[in-house]
């Protein structure tokens, strides 16, 4: 018995050490998402239907570097007025600069989400 465990130690030993115990183990990896705030926001007081106006959204990502969005939505029917997305680095700035023409006759209820993708 004693001549087996000898000769199993050996076959595993390299550069004279004897391996005794050994573990194995994963160290999951990280990988910050992106996290996007609002730095600043434009937007008209007022508007007239069907005449242009310009909506400005400028974001930081202050998270990893991550595909980035921002969403214009009509809060009273809840429709998608505009999505759109960049990939930013983490610290980087991005600015939208929507042009929006709306036909309806009362007032704008917006609502504007930012974040990141998953």
């Known amino acids: 018995m004693f ?3 000898f000769e199993e ?17 994963t160290i999951l990896v990280s990988i910050p998402a992106g996290k996007a705030d609002f730095v600043s926001v434009s937007y008209p007081n007022r508007f007239t239907p069907n005449v242009p106006f310009t909506i400005v959204v400028n974001l930081k ?4 570097e991550d595909w980035i969005f921002a969403r214009l939505i ?3 029917t809840g429709v998608t007025v505009k999505d ?3 990939f930013l680095a983490a610290g980087g700035t991005a600015t939208w600069n929507w042009s929006i ?3 309806q006759g009362t007032d704008f209820h917006a609502g ?3 974040g990141h993708e998953t």
Do not use: C, P, W, Y
């Open 3 to 5: 001549e087996q465990l």
């Open 9 to 25: 130690k050996m076959v595993s030993a390299v550069g004279g050490k004897v391996v005794d115990d050994s573990r194995n183990f």
């Open 61 to 64: 990502n202050n998270g990893g």
């Open 74 to 76: 009509n809060r009273d």
């Open 84 to 86: 759109e997305r960049k």
């Open 101 to 103: 023409t709306l036909s």
């Open 112 to 114: 504007l989400e930012i």
